[in-house]
């Protein structure tokens, strides 16, 4: 009888195990994405058409101006 519940208590030990392996895999794979996703959004990686367009457009091909002022 001992024998018995030794051997069903390692059958269900392993499907928990191969289980739990399984959750542990695929939650490091969604916290992976999650604080990758944060980490770009904070270094500002991830942005919208909108806010690109609101910014002023640099124009670089122009010649510099010796007499102008710096930018405050």
């Given at each position: 009888?001992?024998?018995?519940?030794?051997a069903v208590?390692?059958?269900?030990a392993r499907?928990?195990?191969r289980l739990a392996i399984k959750l542990a895999f695929v939650g490091a794979i969604v916290f992976a994405l999650f604080a990758g996703g944060l980490f770009g959004w904070w270094r500002g990686w991830f942005e919208t058409s909108t806010a690109k367009e609101q910014r002023p457009a640099t124009q670089t091909n122009q010649p510099?101006?010796?007499n102008r002022r710096p930018a405050r």
């Open positions: 009888m001992i024998g018995v519940l030794f208590g390692l059958f269900f499907r928990i195990l510099r101006n010796s």
